[in-house]
């Protein structure tokens, strides 16, 4: 059950391995009776005002004793986002909990990601704080991008979203995730939360791999090169491509910092392109890691790719040599990719 709106009760996104679409609770297939329908809200605010493990103890009409047990899942910052609830006879060992993890992130699209949500969506490379192309480049498929990407509108954003996506662990299997999302707010102050859990991936519901990921992340790029894929109604990257050896390939998870001169102009070039008045533009811009490093030149072509209600850019980008030093060269797993490339 997610709970990402405090102030709507929860609604289910899985039942056991099911997937489901904001579901009310009446629907869950567990609950034997309406009397136990009738226990499952009030427990859950318990369990979210609680933040700890509750159980409800009833006796059916039948006579036979069971449990409602609703477990918390915390988000990274400590707010309870989903309930895990079981309803079993009353001296049933409780099951293991499935995997439910919490992402949270704002506008500037800085995702931070509790250690359920990391095992799921980052795997090996799992990090506390990370950006949403980073998170979304470990996912073979994603149900509804456009529809997701209108979470981060800055005109007109949707509040909710539930899709589903593929990724494939580290046992070389695909494994079907649901995830739903909330948001609320404005401008910067905007915030969004998902729910992440894994579901059954059937020979009728299985998503196959999305074809125009699996050719941009593998078009041939030059040395200092990267291919990124903008939203114009959010101002966001959610798609950054650059070889693995390559020292922008770590941009993917690094927030860079735009030059205050550089800013109107790339602006400009995002309204440009999501108005329709110009198809293609060319922009110098520069950008930093952290305050204290150098200003990194670069020279970026941009295309509009996509029409509709979500349209998007591809821009390739190049570094104007040199590459001075970054925050970059700092970053242990940066490193690991570098000498795992080499």
Same mark, same amino acid.
């Given at each position: ?21 904001? +579901? ?25 005002? +609680? ?78 704080? +990370?950006?949403?192309? &980073? ?9 509804? %991008? ?24 580290? &046992?070389?299997?695909?494994? %079907? ?99 329709? +008045? ?65």
């Amino acid at each position: 059950m997610e709970t990402l709106d405090q102030g709507s009760g929860g609604t289910m996104i899985a039942d056991g391995l099911q997937p489901r679409r904001f +579901s009310k609770l009446n629907r869950v297939s567990l609950a034997p009776t309406i009397g136990v329908v009738r226990r499952l809200q009030p427990l859950i605010a318990r369990c979210v005002a +609680s933040r700890r493990f509750v159980m409800d103890p009833m006796t059916l009409s039948c006579g036979a004793e069971i449990r409602i047990v609703g477990v918390p899942v915390l988000g990274p910052y400590g707010h309870v986002r989903a309930v895990c609830v079981w309803i079993g006879e009353v001296d049933a060992v409780l099951p293991a909990l499935p995997d439910v993890g919490v992402l949270e992130w704002d506008a500037a699209v800085v995702v931070a990601a509790s250690v359920a949500a990391r095992n799921l969506l980052l795997g090996d490379e799992s990090v506390e704080i +990370s950006l949403l192309p &980073d998170m979304l480049s470990n996912l073979d498929r994603f149900e509804n %991008r456009a529809d997701f990407l209108a979470l981060l509108s800055l005109d007109n954003p949707i509040d909710e979203w539930i899709g589903s996506a593929t990724r494939t662990f580290s &046992d070389g299997i695909p494994h %079907r995730l649901q995830i739903a999302a909330r948001a609320d707010g404005t401008g910067p102050g905007r915030r969004m939360r998902a729910v992440v859990c894994e579901v059954v991936d059937d020979t009728q519901t299985r998503l196959a791999p999305e074809m125009y990921l699996k050719a941009m992340r593998h078009v041939p790029i030059l040395p200092g090169h990267a291919l990124a894929m903008v939203d114009l109604n959010a101002k966001v990257v959610h798609d950054w491509i650059a070889n693995d050896s390559d020292p922008m390939a770590g941009w993917c998870h690094h927030r860079p910092l735009l030059h205050p001169g550089d800013q109107a102009r790339i602006l400009a070039t995002c309204e440009a392109l999501l108005a329709g +008045s110009a198809m293609t533009a060319t922009v110098r811009g520069r950008v930093r890691f952290d305050p204290a490093d150098e200003w990194i030149e670069l020279e970026s072509e941009w295309t509009r790719i996509i029409e509709g209600d979500q349209p998007q850019a591809l821009v390739h980008i190049a570094v104007v040599a040199p590459l001075p030093a970054s925050v970059v060269d700092n970053c242990p797993r940066c490193r690991r990719a570098s000498d795992s490339a080499a």
